[in-house]
């Protein structure tokens, strides 16, 4: 992801290398517009030779400035200033001939309030005046604003093309910034550590399907699970092991749930998890072959054992309220599992509460 610098509000390192290739097709668009004029009224030769420098040179300088320089955003609303600072002196040169003028002033103006907002735009209107002002004093005042069909021709490569270059920039612009959007949304929703939904996504996702299920009568589970003794591997193991223990499990439920289930890390050692349209029934065989397999798991080599992890499971029913109710209940469920010798799945209100051991 690009910083950004608080006060300019452009991007940062990465930009000199963005910008690059939009300045060099720019300015030598430019000294194209700029030479047609050049040719009708015989410029003098030190006009061309600074008119070379800036459309061919002056790109290369202002990226390696940029690149190499401690702010790189500083740097780079300094070369937005002399592009400006440019344009108004050749506008000058021109004698104020009114295409190629207005032209060039009107990109180089929406480059900055593009880049910098109201504030970079309105410096780049003092550096425009600037750059006049020290063309005026260069070359004199004659202005010459009729701009002949041979002038119309030079300056329609810039007219055509650099706005298709800018809005390619800007269409990039946007799908960066939208794909970075979704990254930042993607990893505020997931635990850094087992790569599941963390409890905040999970819980939002868990109001939505009880409502739905509220709302059309279908039934839905909430399983809570929490694996057996996991202290102990802490203690004996250390806590790099334990959480290897807790990511290969993760990958391992994920693996085994089905798509419609949703699953998180809620916490520590504890996953939560909403089984949509299925009934205490159809939940319990789910989580019970998910149980069993458990046990099975080899959890990686630098934990010999094997863990048991125990369920409580609680379907949606009408003395459930609202979310907090049914968390209530899959984790007493879950509490009576443990009381119960571990490793087990209880389904909540039922009459033997053990409903399945292992």
């Not at 109710?325 to 799945?345: F, M, V």
Request: aromatic content about 8%.
């Amino acid at each position: 992801m690009t910083k950004e610098n608080p006060s300019g509000g452009i991007p940062g390192r990465g930009f000199p290398r963005r910008v690059y290739p939009a300045r060099v097709i720019g300015v030598g668009l430019g000294f194209i517009g700029v030479a047609g004029v050049f040719v009708s009224a015989g410029a003098p030769p030190w006009a061309w030779l600074l008119l070379i420098l800036n459309g061919f040179v002056w790109p290369h300088i202002a990226f390696l400035s940029a690149r190499h320089a401690a702010d790189p955003s500083r740097a780079e609303r300094r070369n937005l200033m002399i592009d400006a600072l440019a344009g108004g002196f050749w506008v000058a040169l021109m004698q104020f001939n009114m295409l190629p003028s207005a032209l060039l002033l009107a990109m180089l103006s929406m480059d900055n309030m593009a880049l910098g907002g109201m504030r970079l735009f309105l410096r780049g209107l003092l550096a425009h005046l600037t750059g006049i002002a020290t063309g005026v004093l260069l070359a004199g005042w004659a202005p010459a604003p009729v701009t002949n069909a041979r002038e119309i021709l030079f300056c329609l490569p810039f007219l055509l093309i650099y706005p298709q270059l800018v809005g390619n920039i800007t269409f990039q612009l946007a799908q960066r910034l939208d794909a970075e959007k979704r990254s930042l949304l993607q990893r505020t929703r997931i635990d850094a550590l087992t790569g599941l939904w963390n409890r905040g996504y999970w819980q939002e996702r868990a109001l939505a399907e009880l409502s739905r299920s509220q709302r059309q009568g279908a039934p839905a589970v909430l399983v809570i699970a929490d694996i057996d003794h996991f202290k102990n591997i802490n203690d004996h193991f250390g806590h790099g092991v334990g959480d290897q223990v807790l990511r290969r499990l993760s990958a391992l439920l994920q693996k085994e749930v089905r798509i419609s289930d949703f699953l998180c890390r809620y916490g520590g050692e504890e996953f939560a998890m909403v089984l949509p349209d299925t009934d205490n029934t159809g939940a319990l065989a789910v989580i019970e072959r998910l149980r069993e397999t458990i046990m099975r798991c080899d959890l990686g080599p630098d934990y010999p054992g094997r863990v048991t992890v125990s369920f409580g499971l609680a379907q949606l029913g009408p003395a459930i309220a609202d979310l907090p109710a049914w968390i209530e209940a899959a984790d007493t469920a879950l509490y009576q599992a443990k009381q119960a010798g571990r490793n087990r799945s209880v389904v909540y209100g039922s009459q033997d509460p053990v409903s399945s051991a292992g």
